[in-house]
Each structure stands twice: as structure tokens, then as C-alpha cells.
């Protein structure tokens, strides 16, 4: 019976050889390109580890609604299994291309910190030209949605997004000059940030010293952690140690913006008993008899 099964399947692969070699050739494809795959992936991990670690990637980032202080950083710099801790300055604009206004985010880097400071984090990596380095300058990231004007030597002008405001309210210049092309450990993938203004979709980031902006805050923090054993960044492990060993951090930075945020409420309430206290007593002295309106 085994011997009449085996010379049957023979005669059928002989009678149809051709579909026989093409599902042959298939399956071997399949399978050569899921090993390939399966041995390929742990490199790619290793090799992303390398990089994050070489350009000191954060571990987290903070925001808060009314900003980040140089008060905040300090406070979460003493928090324990902080390793290092930096703040930094955003901002979304329009740039016009093609009669479209496109969203761009501009983001600071501090170019005043040594490259091994353990503050020093998300360090841009120049692909050609250099870092911006004088007033006016700035460093850009070319991907396949990128303007065709993102090149070396051409000025890129900027605007405000909210009409009610002006952008020398959070940028010293304009326009800026292209002396870079850069990439970030921040963005590996195609998409960037989801943008609060235009179509929702931030085209590009564009890379300022932190002297171009003149903002009284900044818009977020960044910190490293000490004590987390996983190596692969992309796993569930690395979000439960990040997770477990950043709350102490997060509390401190929630502990000072609540008590700021107290202050400045503190401060508004003052503010309105004087004004009050000011409009009570004019309307006290208007209301006297006899009060001669133009003798005031």
C-alpha cells in the first residue's frame, strides 16, 4: 500500500511537473524569507539599542499645562533613579509651500552642554552640514513628505498659526537659514507628532539652538533612568521597569507644578482683592455727598 502511494505521488509530480516545481519554489521562498526574518529582527533590536544609547534617547518625557521651570528640573533631578534630567522648548509653525500652509515643529536643542553630560539627551545627528550654531540658523530632518526646499542654503520663513498671537512672542527670528540636514533618536519611524493646528499632521521637525526661542517656559522635560535591566527598548518589561522606576520622578515633577501652580492663583487672587479694594473705595468716594466729579 506505502510503495502504490509513493509511485502514485511520483507519477502525479511527473505528469505535473511544472506546478509541482512552482508550489516547491513558493514554499521555499516563504520559508527562507520567515527565517530570514526571524534572524534579522534580534540584530535590528541591537542595533537600535546602539543608536538610542550613543544619542542618550529619554526614558520619559513630561508635560504640564502651564509649562516646565527651570525649578521643576532641579526638583526632579534630586528624585530617586533619576539619571539625568533636561528641559526643552517646542513649537508648531506654519511654512508656506506649494500654496499650503504646512505644519512644521520646531524643536531646541542645547548646544552649551558637553556630549557626555548625562543631561544631554535626544542628541541630533548630523547627516550633512553641521549644526546650527549663530542667530538665525537652524538644522532640518528630510523624509519622503519633506519640502524640496529642506536643502542646505535655503531660508525657510515661518509663521504664527494662532492669528491672535505673534511668533516673536516664542522665536527671536523669522526666517532661518538651513546649515544642517539632522536626524533624531526621537523619530524612527515615517510619522511625527500629531500637530494641534493645520490638517493635525506636523510635516517635518525643524532643529533651533535653545537661544532662538524666547518663551518664559519651557514645553517639556526629559529624563533618563538608573536601574533599568531591560535591553530591549521595545518590549513590555522596558515599560513596566520605565513605568516602576520613573514615580518618584513624576511625583516630584507633579509636587512642584501643583505648588507653582498655587502660587500663581495665589498671586491672581492678591491681585484682584487690591483691585477690588481700589474700585470699593472709588466707588465709596463717588457715592459721598457733596463729591465735586470734575475736582477728580
Do not use: W
Amino acid at each position: 500500500m506505502k510503495n502504490a502511494l509513493i509511485k502514485d505521488t511520483l507519477r502525479e509530480i511527473k505528469h505535473s511537473f511544472g506546478r509541482f516545481l512552482s508550489i516547491f519554489l513558493i514554499v521555499a521562498l516563504g520559508c527562507g524569507f520567515f527565517s530570514g526574518i526571524k534572524a534579522t529582527m534580534p540584530d535590528m533590536v541591537s542595533t537600535a539599542q546602539t543608536y538610542f544609547k550613543e544619542n542618550n534617547l529619554m526614558d520619559m518625557k513630561l508635560m504640564s499645562t502651564i509649562g516646565v521651570k527651570s525649578q521643576d528640573v532641579e526638583v526632579v533631578k534630586k528624585a530617586d533613579n533619576v539619571k539625568g534630567a533636561a528641559a526643552s522648548y517646542s513649537k508648531e509653525v506654519f511654512y508656506f509651500y506649494n500654496n499650503q500652509n504646512l505644519v512644521l515643529k520646531c524643536l531646541s536643542f542645547n548646544d552649551t552642554l558637553k556630549d557626555d553630560s548625562k543631561n544631554k539627551m535626544n542628541k541630533p545627528i548630523v547627516v550633512e552640514g553641521r549644526l546650527p550654531e549663530n542667530d538665525g540658523e537652524c538644522a532640518v530632518e528630510v523624509k519622503m513628505s519633506s519640502p524640496d526646499t529642506f536643502k542646505i542654503g535655503e531660508t525657510l520663513k515661518f509663521a504664527e498659526p494662532d492669528t491672535s498671537k505673534n511668533l516673536s512672542e516664542t522665536l527671536a527670528n523669522e526666517e532661518y537659514k538651513i546649515v544642517g540636514i539632522v536626524a533624531s533618536p526621537l523619530y524612527i519611524g515615517y510619522e511625527r507628532d500629531a500637530a494641534s493646528v493645520g490638517n493635525g499632521t506636523v510635516v517635518s521637525n525643524v532643529f533651533l539652538r535653545e537661544e532662538e526661542f524666547v518663551c518664559d517656559y519651557y514645553t517639556e522635560m526629559y529624563i533618563t533612568l538608573d536601574g533599568i535591566k531591560t535591553n530591549d527598548i521595545f518590549s513590555d518589561e522596558y515599560r513596566d521597569e520605565v513605568k516602576k522606576l520613573s514615580a518618584p520622578a513624576v511625583k516630584a515633577f507633579e509636587d512642584s507644578v501643583n505648588s507653582r501652580y498655587e502660587k500663581l492663583v495665589s498671586d491672581a487672587n492678591a491681585k484682584i482683592e487690591t483691585s477690588q479694594s481700589t474700585v470699593d473705595t472709588l466707588e465709596s468716594i463717588l457715592s459721598a455727598p457733596g463729591t465735586d466729579l470734575q475736582s477728580l
